[in-house]
Nanobody
Framework: QVQLVESGGGLVQAGGSLRLSCAAS????????MGWFRQAPGKEREFVAA????????SYADSVKGRFTISRDGAKILMWLQMSSLKPEDTATYYC???????????????????WGQGTQVTVSS
């Protein structure tokens, strides 16, 4: 069974940077669209960024546009989120997600994903 594993979270000062990684364990078949979501305490899980199966198309939440960059290693289930100019409001548990996709779409709706990681904590101090 395929599992997603995130890494790279931690504590950083405001204005700093972090790079999150997401990789799949187990054999995978097909092409997967992927995404990052986050959830702060007491808040709903929210969309951060998404990328299609080939990496040719991406999407970002307005709150992170220009500060975060999503990327992946070709069609592999291996993805990164480069986070720069971090703000205290970026503090959350970050989750990666994946789903089979046979077209060039990315997905910002969390309900469209069926594979999820356990999450990695990002804390930004002021």
């Amino acid at each position: 069974q395929v599992q997603l594993v995130e890494s790279g979270g931690g504590l950083v000062q405001a204005g700093g940077s972090l790079r999150l990684s997401c990789a799949a364990s187990g054999r995978t078949f097909g092409w997967y669209a992927m995404g990052w979501f986050r959830q702060a305490p007491g808040k709903e899980r929210e969309f951060v960024a998404a990328i299609n199966w080939s990496g040719s198309s991406t999407s970002y939440a307005d709150s992170v546009k220009g500060r975060f960059t999503i990327s992946r290693d070709g069609a592999k289930i291996l993805m990164w989120l480069q986070m720069s100019s971090l703000k205290p409001e970026d503090t959350a548990t970050y989750y990666c997600a994946a789903r089979l996709s046979d077209d060039s779409r990315w997905f910002s709706d969390s309900t469209k994903y069926n594979l999820w990681g356990q999450g990695t904590q990002v804390t930004v101090s002021s």
